[in-house]
């Protein structure tokens, strides 16, 4: 398979450096959209659900539509969706409107997630490096959104979310000046990759359902939860530094996973998000727990789908529906933890997260004990 051109490779890290400013754009509004809305504590949680909703569709259409429309034709719907549902965000009247932009919004993102990322993988060894760039570019615009609230959230949500709005116009707009060369996508999948039996898929989309859940919970509710004894500032600056760590994690663990597994990697890391997790709910050391949060939850994602593809190699086919999985989890557990807020105050905000941390440490735990099962009955096979 060729190498993709230099174009689209560059249009795919604009790309994902926005859908990374996108997601952390909600979690620091959730006061502002309280107060504009006047919801009930818990309610607010709902439009990262809606988003997540909106990526989980994005993401299973994507294939398609890089078939269909190519790499300009996703590229120029993909943005305007998500201009479109940003800015519905940043001026909706009532709470609807907000919901069905974030969803929009969430749809974009989903679309341009799931085709550059099949894209760039189909490409085998050669789109190794660009898969690794994209995502450190997602890290960075995950990085600036809390840094954005601290300079423009103040003035007002319609300018908050429609500066961001304005960089995917601004996407459609380079997309439609610039002419592409039509690429092969390059993911056909013969027959004896696709096995019959779904059950192996279950466990790893469980915990990757209960990763995404779990970061997304914790991104979207450490400011409101913070604010309880930091400025708002300070409570964001917060929020932007646990993406940082996040982003460090992840040019970390390609050094570890020449030295560990990935399966020991995961587990590692689980066991040191609960501890983490616990110390959130420690006034004095929440801010440090939330930014260590984001260094050890780093490596669980990319080693989660590196554990899966190296125990079932014949259904990496499936991996796009382990993906949606972990989509699904970023959609229902934000909307739990303000089900616990709305009953319990913003004290369960911990709690909820301590929940989800030990779960996903117990599947973790049955992943790698089905590992150690399958390597003993093949040694003795």
Known sequence: MRPLPRSIIVLGFIAFFLIGLEQSLFGPAFVAL??????????????????FLGVTLGTLLSVLVLTRLRVRGLTLLSSALCALGLLLVGTGPIWTVALVGAFLAGLGFGSISGGFGTLFSSRGQSGGAALSLINALWGVGSILGPLLANRVLERGLDLYFGSAALLFAAL??????????AVALGTETSASARAP???????FMLMLCCYSGLEVASSSWMVTHLRQNLALEAANTVNSLFWVMLTAGRFLTAPLSLRLSPGQLVLGSS???????????????????????GLFMAPIFPMSLAWFAGRFPRLVGYTPLVIGSA??????????????????GLSSVPWSLGLFALLLL??????GRSSRTRAVSA???
């Open 34 to 51: 309280n107060n504009r809305y006047e919801l009930e504590p818990g309610t607010v949680g709902t439009i990262v659900t809606a988003h």
């Open 172 to 181: 459609v707009l380079t997309t439609l000046l610039l002419r592409f060369p």
């Open 197 to 203: 039996s779904f059950a192996p898929l279950i466990p």
């Open 271 to 293: 066991a040191l998000v609960v501890l983490c997790v616990f110390f959130t709910a420690q006034t004095g050391l929440a801010p440090y727990a939330y930014a260590a949060l």
């Open 327 to 344: 989509s699904l989890g970023a959609a229902l557990f934000p909307a739990l933890t303000g089900l616990g807020v709305s009953a319990l």
């Open 362 to 367: 117990g599947l973790a735990g049955v992943n």
């Open 379 to 381: 040694t003795r096979g």
